[in-house]
Nanobody, 114 residues
Framework: QVHFVESGGGLVQPGGSLRLSCAAS????????MNWYRQAPGKERELVAV????????SYADSVKGRFTISRDNAKNMLYLQMNKLKPEDTAVYFC???????WGQGTQVTVSS
């Protein structure tokens, strides 16, 4: 059974940093690309960052490029998102998943506010 547990969110001031983690289980982690998504109140879920199965190919949404870094540890079945220079518009619930995945975790809330 595919399962994701996101953690690391919190309240941070603009310009601050957070590191999100995603623990994945129930599938062969190192065979799948992984995505980070976010959903702000009243908005559609959006794709934030993508990393290939071995980590060699990475892409970002334009809104986070240069500020966020996605990474993974296949030995630990873990996915990460380092978020720097946070802005109020980054406030959202952040989720991890495989591309086109249908099983979602609870997500982790990120709030950027002074």
């Amino acid at each position: 059974q595919v399962h994701f547990v996101e953690s690391g969110g919190g309240l941070v001031q603009p310009g601050g940093s957070l590191r999100l983690s995603c623990a994945a289980s129930g599938f062969i982690f190192n065979s799948y690309a992984m995505n980070w998504y976010r959903q702000a109140p009243g908005k559609e879920r959006e794709l934030v960052a993508v990393i290939s199965s071995a980590g060699g190919t990475i892409s970002y949404a334009d809104s986070v490029k240069g500020r966020f870094t996605i990474s993974r540890d296949n030995a630990k079945n873990m996915l990460y998102l380092q978020m720097n220079k946070l802005k109020p518009e980054d406030t959202a619930v952040y989720f991890c998943n495989v591309p086109r995945g249908s099983s979602w975790g609870q997500g982790t809330q990120v709030t950027v506010s002074s």
